[in-house]
């Protein structure tokens, strides 16, 4: 049996040695499982399933496509509430090293969460980001095709981010399958397999006191009214940090910072 996939039941298991460099999965720390839940639930209808990794991990759905994960795991690995994208490697440890020796560190992991390794990192400007190395979710190929979530970096030099990421995550190299990376205006816009993935744009700023103008990952899903939005997370503990016709920048109730964006902007 090769790496690539395995059977489960009557379907494909995907991992990581087939599908890498790719955003493959968005993930949220938080503290309060049952309050989590019930923000989510509120604000952008998310029904919730168990996870095989265990009583503090749920796996949101929309239409019965999975969307997002949370971890109740803030507290106990002393980490912020926070929305994280996670990036498929075929080598944890390696992808690890190749981040520490370019400038950047090493928050958590790699830890093994069966059915793969995880860790959290943050680039040179000081931006989250996770890898996973392993099987993707038994419906990870329904994920990608309904592209509930779109991530961006907002980071201080686009190129130059591009340029760190890419050699972690072998971004634009001669592996086959690789992601491509597209310089388009002042933006740098990573696809895969044909699909826009990801964008990468610059003008953050470290030292800013507003999150939104410091380096991060922002974490966006798609929505059908970005104003129902707002309301809901304002009425459940929540609050609004910038509203457009098309998006809306929230904050959960715990903190989170994430963006919902009107379908028709996709």
Same mark, same amino acid.
């Given at each position: 049996?090769?790496h690539d996939t395995k059977p489960f039941g009557t379907a494909e298991v995907i991992s990581t040695h087939s599908v890498f460099g790719a955003p493959c999965w968005v993930s949220l720390t938080s503290r309060d499982l049952d309050a989590t839940q019930d923000f989510y639930s509120a604000v952008l209808g998310w029904k919730w399933r168990r996870n095989r990794l265990g009583d503090r991990f749920r796996i949101a759905l929309v239409?019965?496509?999975?969307?997002?994960?949370?971890?109740?795991?803030?507290?106990?690995?002393?980490?912020?509430?926070?929305?994280?994208?996670?990036?498929?490697?075929?080598?944890?440890?390696?992808?690890?090293?190749?981040?520490?020796?370019?400038?950047?560190?090493?928050?958590?992991?790699?830890?093994?969460?069966?059915?793969?390794?995880?860790?959290?990192?943050?680039?040179?400007?000081?931006?989250?980001?996770?890898?996973?190395?392993?099987?993707?979710?038994?419906?990870?190929?329904?994920?990608? %095709? !309904? $592209?509930?979530?779109?991530?961006?970096?907002?980071? &201080?030099? @686009?190129? +130059?981010? /591009? =340029?760190?990421?890419?050699?972690?995550?072998?971004?634009?190299?001669?592996?086959?399958?690789?992601?491509?990376?597209?310089?388009?205006?002042?933006?740098?816009?990573?696809?895969?397999?044909?699909?826009?993935?990801?964008?990468?744009?610059?003008?953050?700023?470290?030292?800013?006191?507003?999150?939104?103008?410091?380096?991060?990952?922002?974490?966006?899903?798609?929505?059908?009214?970005?104003?129902?939005?707002? %309301? !809901? $997370?304002?009425?459940?503990?929540?609050?609004?940090? &910038?509203? @457009?016709? +098309?998006? /809306? =920048?929230?904050?959960?109730?715990?903190?989170?910072?994430?963006?919902?964006?009107?379908?028709?902007?996709?």
């Amino acid at each position: 049996m090769n790496h690539d996939t395995k059977p489960f039941g009557t379907a494909e298991v995907i991992s990581t040695h087939s599908v890498f460099g790719a955003p493959c999965w968005v993930s949220l720390t938080s503290r309060d499982l049952d309050a989590t839940q019930d923000f989510y639930s509120a604000v952008l209808g998310w029904k919730w399933r168990r996870n095989r990794l265990g009583d503090r991990f749920r796996i949101a759905l929309v239409d019965d496509v999975p969307v997002a994960g949370i971890a109740a795991v803030a507290a106990m690995w002393q980490m912020a509430v926070a929305w994280t994208p996670y990036f498929a490697v075929p080598d944890a440890d390696e992808a690890v090293s190749r981040a520490r020796e370019r400038g950047g560190t090493a928050a958590v992991g790699p830890l093994s969460l069966p059915p793969g390794r995880a860790a959290l990192l943050a680039d040179r400007d000081g931006a989250t980001f996770g890898i996973w190395e392993g099987e993707l979710m038994g419906a990870w190929e329904s994920w990608r %095709r !309904a $592209a509930p979530t779109f991530i961006r970096l907002h980071t &201080r030099d @686009a190129f +130059d981010a /591009a =340029i760190f990421y890419g050699e972690i995550l072998d971004w634009a190299s001669d592996r086959q399958g690789c992601c491509e990376v597209h310089y388009e205006g002042d933006e740098v816009v990573l696809r895969s397999q044909g699909d826009i993935v990801a964008r990468i744009q610059s003008g953050a700023l470290g030292s800013a006191p507003d999150p939104t103008i410091r380096p991060h990952w922002q974490v966006h899903f798609a929505v059908s009214d970005v104003a129902t939005c707002a %309301r !809901a $997370a304002e009425r459940h503990g929540g609050s609004v940090l &910038r509203m @457009a016709a +098309d998006e /809306a =920048i929230l904050r959960d109730q715990d903190g989170a910072q994430f963006t919902v964006t009107s379908r028709r902007a996709r």
